[in-house]
């Protein structure tokens, strides 16, 4: 970044720079084993997929359209609800549970409700659960999707984060199943946490060229321009998996110190793949287990119920907390001692 401050008195292209797109580009043709992926008309810069995400919903929702409807995962990553709201849409939501395996219950919608949706909201790895959607539910979402003609973003923000099997992705699994050009679906990607880098505000999308095209024209009336000093950073950390390798083994060591020690207290299985432990609490009480936890550790946890909405006669999200594995080897080791000790208090 120092060697490219010139780049500061510059106004930059809402589009990024060709070397950057192409790093992009580069990047998910690695990762996902694509065949190709054009720079220039299926990828852009975004300054992380929060605002991406959000933003997204705007460039796409028709609300000149009768009801419009947006499907959410829940719990949920409280973007997704958001950006349905401000662009006039109902958000609908589909319950992952333990007892469904973390699944995305399709079912659980009416036809009516899916002939409403113009946009639906998937994550893989799951925020909180970290479960990762399989080759069969990619068939079904965009089985789907066909049908009643919505899009599909998939914020697979989390997936470099895994412990031996690199989890699957909606392009590479788009590809797998014959649906050349990525149509209706769009795949948003962040060096947040794939390299450990949530302030360089820095991210990707990829898929499909002509929703795309929409995008692109929203984000340069809305604003979205990466600055040259941070395309130039964000190029050489897409060209680099060494420092990917580095941050991931450092998460395996957190999962493996922790969760023997709180499996014994907590539900708090290893994901496939993220950096959270989605935990069961004990006597079900998420919020007062929380503030409880805080009151004699000062250690925080999010109750889930938080993260969820009521929805087919529950809170998916209650009974459950999320613990972010974030800080360092030695504060997270603490903490799962301050729960222990709590849990057995």
């Avoid at 302030?199 to 990829?206: I, N, Q």
């Avoid at 209650?318 to 360092?328: F, I, Q």
């Amino acid at each position: 970044m120092a060697g490219h401050l010139h780049g500061l008195s510059v106004y930059p292209a809402t589009a990024g720079g060709d070397g950057l797109r192409e790093a992009i580009a580069g990047w998910f043709v690695r990762r996902y084993g694509l065949n190709a992926l054009d720079p220039q008309t299926q990828v852009l810069p975004v300054n992380g997929t929060r605002e991406a995400l959000f933003a997204f919903g705007q460039a796409v929702i028709d609300p000149s359209r009768a009801q419009p409807a947006v499907v959410c995962p829940n719990p949920f990553y409280q973007i997704y609800e958001g950006a349905a709201m401000l662009a006039g849409a109902e958000p609908l939501f589909l319950n992952q549970t333990a007892e469904n395996g973390f699944r995305l219950d399709l079912d659980s919608l009416t036809p009516q409700q899916w002939a409403r949706t113009q946009l639906m909201y998937v994550c893989s790895p799951a925020n909180p659960s970290g479960r990762v959607l399989t080759l069969d539910d990619w068939r079904a979402l965009f089985e789907r999707a066909d049908r009643h003609g919505f899009v599909i973003a998939s914020d697979e923000c989390y997936s470099e984060i895994y412990d031996d099997a690199a989890p699957l992705g909606a392009l590479e699994a788009a590809q797998q199943l014959g649906r050349n050009g990525f149509p209706n679906l769009v795949v948003f990607n962040s060096l947040s946490k794939r390299s450990n880098a949530p302030g360089l505000r820095a991210g990707a999308v990829a898929g499909d060229a002509a929703l795309l095209q929409r995008f692109l024209l929203y984000r340069t009336y809305h604003g979205c321009a990466m600055s040259l000093v941070v395309q130039h950073a964000s190029m050489a950390a897409w060209n680099d998996e060494a420092h990917v390798g580095e941050n991931r083994r450092l998460y395996r060591q957190k999962f493996d110190a922790l969760v023997p020690m709180l499996e014994a207290v907590i539900g708090a299985p290893r994901p496939e793949a993220g950096f959270y432990l989605w935990a069961r609490v004990p006597g079900g009480d998420d919020e007062a287990f929380a503030r409880d936890l805080f009151a004699v550790t000062h250690v925080t946890v999010l109750p889930g119920q938080y993260l969820a909405r009521e929805a087919h006669g529950t809170n998916p999200g209650r009974g459950y907390v999320r613990m972010a594995l974030v800080p360092e080897l030695s504060e997270c080791v603490e903490a799962a001692r301050r729960i222990v000790a709590f849990c057995g208090s």
